[in-house]
C-alpha cells in the first residue's frame, strides 16, 4: 500500500498574544497530529512553543526543532538538514505537520531555510504556509500607531552590520523599523541623537508578551538593555499622526 505524504503546514503565531494567531491558522493547527516549533534555550520553552500552548490538545505529538544561534553557515545548514529530518521522519507515515512560526512565517523566518532544505531533499514534500501578525504591526498596534500613512516610505533592517545603512535609510525614508538591534544599541542611539531623532524614536521588547516593556524618551536612555526581541521604531518625517 502506498502512504500518502503529509503536508507541512508553516503557521504565523503573532508575536505573543495566543490570540494573535488567525483563525485558519488555529484550525490547523489543531488539527494536525504533529506540532513542530524551535526549541527553546535554556530548558526553558520557545517562544512559539509558550504562544500556542493554550492551544494544543493532548493527543497531538510535539516536535522540538534545534535551530542553533550562529552565523557558520557549515553548522546551519547541518542543524537545518537534521530538523528538516526530522519533519520527514513524520510526514512520510502519512502525518501532517505544524511547524509554529512566532510572528509571520515569511518575515526572517527560520521556517524558510527548514522549508527549502526538505524540498531539495524530499521534491515530493508539500508545503503551505498561513500568514499572521509580524512584530512592526505588532508593535505599533501596541503604541497606538499607523505603520504607515499616505505615500510614506518604509525601511525595514533585519540586523545593522554597517551604521551607514541606517544613516542611508533614515536619509530617504518617513519610517524606519530595525530589527535585532539590541547588540548594536549604542551605536544606534549615538546616530539618532546626532541627527535629533531620539523624540522621535520608541522601542518594543517582547510585544504581546507577558514581559512586554515600551521605551520612549530614549534621550535619557543612552545605556539602555534589552531583549534580542525588541524593535525600535523610528518616525523620521513628522505626520499628522505623530
Ligand atoms: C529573526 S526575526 C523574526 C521576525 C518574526 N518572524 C516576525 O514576524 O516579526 C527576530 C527579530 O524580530 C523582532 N521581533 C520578533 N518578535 C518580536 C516581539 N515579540 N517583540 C519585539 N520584537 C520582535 C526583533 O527585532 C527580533 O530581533
Redesign the pocket.
Known amino acids: 500500500m502506498v502512504v500518502k505524504t503529509g503536508i507541512l503546514y508553516g503557521i504565523?503565531v503573532g508575536?505573543?498574544d495566543p490570540d494573535l494567531i488567525t483563525v485558519k491558522g488555529l484550525r490547523i493547527l489543531q488539527q494536525v497530529s504533529v506540532v513542530a516549533f524551535p526549541m527553546g534555550i535554556e530548558n526553558k520553552p520557545g517562544?512559539a512553543q509558550t504562544i500556542i500552548s493554550p492551544w494544543l490538545t493532548s493527543k497531538q505529538e510535539t516536535c522540538p526543532l534545534f535551530f542553533p544561534y550562529i552565523q557558520n553557515e557549515t553548522d546551519l545548514n547541518l542543524a537545518w538538514r537534521q530538523a528538516a529530518e526530522q519533519i520527514w521522519y513524520y510526514l512520510k507515515q502519512g502525518k501532517d505537520v505544524a511547524f509554529a512560526?512566532?510572528?509571520?512565517?515569511s518575515?526572517?523566518?527560520?521556517f524558510t531555510y527548514l522549508a527549502k532544505m526538505l524540498t531539495h531533499h524530499h521534491p515530493a514534500v508539500k508545503i503551505q504556509t498561513v500568514p499572521?501578525?509580524?512584530?512592526?504591526m505588532?508593535?505599533t498596534s501596541i503604541l497606538n500607531l499607523p505603520l504607515t500613512v499616505n505615500n510614506q516610505r518604509l525601511a525595514i533592517l533585519?540586523?545593522l552590520y554597517s551604521l551607514e545603512y541606517l544613516e542611508q535609510a533614515l536619509g530617504w525614508a518617513d519610517v524606519v523599523v530595525?530589527?535585532?538591534?539590541?547588540s548594536v544599541y549604542p551605536q544606534v542611539w549615538e546616530t539618532l541623537r546626532r541627527l535629533n531623532l531620539l523624540k522621535r524614536a520608541w522601542i518594543?521588547?517582547?510585544?504581546?508578551?507577558p514581559e512586554?516593556v515600551i521605551y520612549n524618551k530614549l534621550e535619557e536612555l543612552p545605556n539602555l538593555r534589552f531583549s534580542?526581541?525588541?524593535?525600535?521604531i523610528i518616525y523620521v518625517s513628522p505626520s499628522d499622526f505623530y
Not at 132 to 136: L, N, T
Not at 178 to 182: A, I, Q, W
Not at 228 to 232: D, K, N, Q, R
Request: proline share 5%.
Open positions: 504565523s508575536t505573543g517562544i512560526c512566532e510572528g509571520d512565517i518575515f526572517y523566518s527560520t499572521g501578525v509580524c512584530s512592526p505588532a508593535v533585519p540586523a530595525l530589527l535585532k538591534v539590541s518594543v521588547e517582547r510585544a504581546n508578551q512586554q534580542y526581541f525588541s524593535l525600535l
